[in-house]
């Protein structure tokens, strides 16, 4: 009986073990230098690494990650990104400190999705957008965001000011705090959605000072 007890004791921690420590993604493909933040130590990444809740995963110059979350969503980081993985699963929560993200999410995710930076959060559910840093024309950068497929809901932090972004449209956050109207825009066609490299080039080299030429009678005042 004492053996049996013991027993099921063992395999309790074991089962709770699992529940705090099962990964919530892995590196699927890798390129350059690529590192993962995770409790206070650097990792350097590598492919089929396990990525967890917490993590803080960081590009340099000419590299690449692209990840595959339990949901079944992907995201892709181009260089000099930082991005933080606040929250996964069902309730999936992204941080971008820097740089750029392309993510394709499960359109049969029973939860949420979201990409926030300190300016805005851009909610979605079965779609496939991208989000990053631009020009830092006033005190905060702009970010523009563009839609390949489905929808994306977009707020702003401070004036809670929000608009819809359907497929096609593209919309710049103007030193994060006045929204552009979602419209298209010729640069968004440039951009490289594969992110599957047996499908062929994955990297994606758009110019993001070409989405300017779109808002040169822009006022940024």
């Given amino acids: 009986m004492k053996n049996i007890v013991t027993a099921l004791f063992i395999l309790s ?16 493909y890798l390129d350059g230098d690529v590192t993962v933040q995770r409790e206070g130590s650097i990792l350097d990444a590598e492919f089929g ?18 990840l595959e979350l339990n949901n079944k969503s992907e995201l892709k980081l181009r260089e000099n990104t930082i991005l933080v993985l606040e929250g996964t ?6 941080i971008l400190k820097s740089g750029s993200i392309f993510s394709r999410v499960n359109k049969i ?16 559910r079965g779609t496939e957008f991208f989000v990053a840093y631009g020009r830092t024309i006033e005190t905060e950068p702009d970010i523009w965001l563009c ?8 707020s702003l932090t401070k004036t809670g000011d929000s608009v819809i972004v359907n497929e096609g449209e593209g919309i710049n ?11 298209f825009y010729p640069w968004t066609k440039k951009l490289n959605w594969n992110t599957d490299p047996d499908k062929g080039e994955v990297r994606d080299k758009t110019n993001l000072n070409s989405a300017y030429e779109d808002l040169l009678n822009q006022d940024y005042e």
């Fill in 13 to 28: 921690i074991l089962f709770i073990s699992t529940i705090l420590y099962a990964e919530d993604g892995i590196i699927a």
């Fill in 89 to 94: 699963g069902k309730e999936t929560s992204l």
């Fill in 173 to 183: 956050i103007l030193s994060g705090k006045k929204l552009t109207k979602p419209e």
């Fill in 147 to 154: 839609v390949n497929e489905g929808s994306v809901d977009v």
């Fill in 109 to 124: 995710i029973n939860g949420s999705f979201s990409v926030r930076t300190p300016s805005m959060v851009a909610g979605v």
């Fill in 49 to 66: 690494l396990s990525v967890f809740q917490g993590d803080i995963l960081k590009t340099g110059i000419d590299s690449l990650l692209i």
